[in-house]
T-cell receptor, first 112, second 113 residues
Framework: DQQVKQNSPSLSVQEGRISILNCDYT??????FLWYKKYPAEGPTFLIS?????DKNEDGRFTVFLNKSAKHLSLHIVPSQPGDSAVYFC???????????FGAGTTVTVRA | DGGITQSPKYLFRKEGQNVTLSCEQN?????MYWYRQDPGQGLRLIYY???????QKGDIAEGYSVSREKKESFPLTVTSAQKNPTAFYLC????????????FGSGTQLSVL
């Protein structure tokens, strides 16, 4: 039973525009959320995270929004750059439990 | 530089063969994890260990075995009981008490001959 869901398997966006990636979760005990970026044949690298006590966290071009009542989070990338083309995974965990549950990923393609 | 090293990068398994994937970290992290990635699916947890000489099953442990004899090392054995072993395997680690940001190795692609 997948507790973290990314319902859009792919996203194509023009360079310079905004990329919006969505993620839903079902486990109300999750209180820490992360986004990872992954290139083919490489390990995922951490991008940005947010605690459930916040509803927004920003780091440069990347902003994560959390809507706890809807059990929904999103990642905004502004402006999108060609190097952003990768697979993005949403992940979540509970307090005192370091195991992460991952979504299926969204493949982002940034067009020149 | 500190990091997580997985080897080999590519591995081929014959029918009925056990193979072992290596994972070493020099980050002094307490906990280590093995995930499996299949096309179109998220990362699924195979096994994890939070302390030396102790480990727990994840969501898809059947057909796999691990050991944690040293803090730095967490090898994964894919046994002949694993009927669909072809996947990309990722090792990760974390320092307990930290924010919860897993660090990943560069992965091992396992294929069946």
């Amino acid at each position: 039973d997948q507790q973290v869901k990314q319902n859009s398997p792919s996203l194509s966006v023009q360079e310079g525009r905004i990329s919006i990636l969505n993620c839903d979760y079902t486990n109300s005990m999750f209180d820490y959320f992360l986004w990872y970026k992954k290139y083919p044949a490489e390990g995922p690298t951490f991008l940005i995270s947010i605690s459930s006590i916040k509803d927004k966290n920003e780091d440069g071009r990347f902003t994560v929004f959390l809507n706890k009542s809807a059990k929904h989070l999103s990642l905004h990338i502004v402006p999108s750059q060609p190097g952003d083309s990768a697979v993005y995974f949403c992940a979540a965990r509970r307090s005192n439990d370091y195991k992460l549950s991952f979504g299926a990923g969204t493949t982002v393609t940034v067009r020149a | 530089d500190g990091g997580i090293t997985q080897s080999p990068k590519y591995l081929f398994r014959k029918e009925g063969q056990n193979v072992t994937l290596s994972c070493e970290q020099n980050l002094n992290h307490d906990a280590m994890y093995w995930y499996r990635q299949d096309p179109g699916q998220g990362l699924r947890l195979i096994y994890y260990s939070q302390i030396v000489n102790d480990f727990q099953k994840g969501d898809i442990a059947e057909g796999y075995s691990v050991s944690r004899e040293k803090k730095e090392s967490f090898p994964l054995t894919v046994t002949s009981a694993q009927k669909n072993p072809t996947a990309f395997y990722l090792c990760a680690s974390i320092r307990l008490g930290s924010e919860g940001k897993l660090f990943f190795g560069s992965g091992t692609q396992l294929s069946v001959l």
